[in-house]
């Protein structure tokens, strides 16, 4: 992954500007974190594929059990990622890493979580995901003569190619998936996730891989120095809590963000 340290808001901007598309992009709060999911986080040094089965297994059972008792505003999910995605937005732990078309809302997210007394450096990672998906496809292709899917083929199917030709085998690949049914939030965050399909290994350690080494990986790293820059950008373009989430809950991230920077 190329790692690119900038110091301005105009190198910022003008880096943005100059990446192609279809890109997707995942702001942290600290450029030396690595891209990890809630469920590695959760199994910690326990993480296994048996260990990391039997986690998903049992979240997927207690949510879906109880999804009806307690949901008002979602339709019931009807495949492995949907329930995923819904149990990743509400905050149980999954091997689902959020990522966002936007490069501004990714940014927005790395301030969110940003410790202002500590002023790490923050990163954004960009991925190509055209390119990242073809290859997941063709190494597919070479471990099973009868897939014959391409990019195009997928579009609206991509829950179910997983669940077949992905995740009952551990395949050594990485996954984009967009749920097919999005709720307000996820639509308003232009929201995607990345996983992994072998549950025995982490998505920082596939992306590694020989079959990725082609795929346009961006790592943009900006100073914690300059912070407050890339808050004044953001309220610039009117990206802010309230405009990602479009709730209450966003009116309070918005107004945490604002004391945060505000007070430092």
Known sequence: MRETILSSEEELVSAINKLPNPLIYRGQSDSNWSLQTTLERGCGSNYSKEFAEKYE???????????????????????????????????????????????????YFALETYDIARRPDIALYCINYTELMEKTLEIIKLEDNEFNETRQSINGSQDEIFKKYVDRFNRNVLWVTEPQRLNARIDKQSG?????????????????????????????IFPGAKIESVFALLRKMNISGKSIYGDLMGLSRSLALDLKIYAA
């Open 57 to 107: 297994g049992y979240a997927i059972e207690q949510f879906s059990s109880r999804f009806h008792l307690y949901d008002k505003e979602n339709i019931q999910p009807n495949s492995l990622l949907e329930w995923l995605a819904i149990m990743q937005h509400y905050g149980v732990p999954t091997r689902l890493l959020d990522f966002t078309t936007s490069p501004y809302a990714a940014l």
């Open 192 to 220: 995607c996730f990345l996983v992994s399909g072998n549950k025995g290994r982490r998505i920082s350690e596939i992306i590694c891989d020989a079959g990725y080494e082609e795929v346009t990986m961006n790592k943009i």
